[in-house]
T-cell receptor, first 113, second 115 residues
Framework: DVKVTQSSRYLVKRTGEKVFLECVQDMDHENMFWYRQDPGLGLRLIYFSYDVKMKEKGDIPEGYSVSREKKERFSLILESASTNQTSMYLC????????????FGPGTRLTVT | GENVEQHPSTLSVQEGDSAVIKCTYSDSASNYFPWYKQELGKRPQLIIDIRSNVGEKKDQRIAVTLNKTAKHFSLHITETQPEDSAVYFCAAKLFSGGSNYKLTFGKGTLLTVNP
């Protein structure tokens, strides 16, 4: 059974703080993704990674960076948090090869005050 | 890039009725179309998917149809039950090199099944 975990379910940070969100998957998946989920806007891709140390920008990368030093771990970094980054953040992973199913983590509800 | 439009944004049906959610995509090179269900407070989970070489796929009470010419695909749920109440997301995958695993999601449909 695929397991994707995220470091926090709820997080409250102040404007200007540096924020780290961590995601870990235990199924040796090649691909990992970070999404942001806002009401009425669906799931928007921030960044994804198809290999260790490889990353590609998604649709809304501004204000975010990522790190993938190990295959199982994908981190999302908010260099200087702003109130418009208050959102639900979802991590996902997918195996690669001919399998495209994405397995999601439970989400981190981030509030920036 | 790919753009996915999903309609309706909300759908309310009576238990036992059918529900249909429709999506359109912009890039004819897209070749994989999954549907995800997200129950309240839970993570999205894949419920059915279809690849571009198939026109229809069924799994018990759910089915997906694909019209490549018109670039649209639909989710059909028959004999709806209260536990079908959730947000449903369609998505499309563009067949393209290093971004081969990237999905573009629709904005979601909130389905409410009234007992």
């Amino acid at each position: 059974d695929v397991k994707v975990t995220q470091s926090s379910r709820y997080l409250v940070k102040r404007t200007g703080e540096k924020v780290f969100l961590e995601c870990v998957q235990d199924m040796d998946h090649e691909n990992m993704f970070w999404y942001r989920q806002d009401p009425g806007l669906g799931l928007r891709l921030i960044y994804f990674s198809y290999d260790v140390k490889m990353k590609e920008k998604g649709d809304i990368p501004e204000g975010y960076s990522v790190s993938r030093e190990k295959k199982e771990r994908f981190s999302l970094i908010l260099e200087s948090a702003s109130t418009n980054q208050t959102s639900m953040y979802l991590c996902a992973s997918s195996p690669g090869d001919s399998s495209y199913e994405q397995y999601f983590g439970p989400g981190t509800r981030l509030t920036v005050t | 890039g790919e753009n996915v439009e999903q309609h309706p944004s909300t759908l309310s049906v009576q238990e036992g009725d059918s529900a249909v959610i429709k999506c359109t995509y912009s890039d004819s090179a897209s070749n994989y179309f999954p549907w995800y269900k997200q129950e309240l407070g839970k993570r999205p989970q894949l419920i059915i998917d279809i690849r571009s070489n198939v026109g229809e796929k069924k799994d018990q009470r759910i089915a997906v149809t694909l019209n490549k010419t018109a670039k649209h695909f639909s989710l059909h749920i028959t004999e709806t039950q209260p536990e079908d109440s959730a947000v449903y997301f369609c998505a499309a995958k563009l067949f393209s090199g290093g971004s081969n695993y990237k999905l573009t999601f629709g904005k979601g449909t909130l389905l409410t099944v009234n007992p």
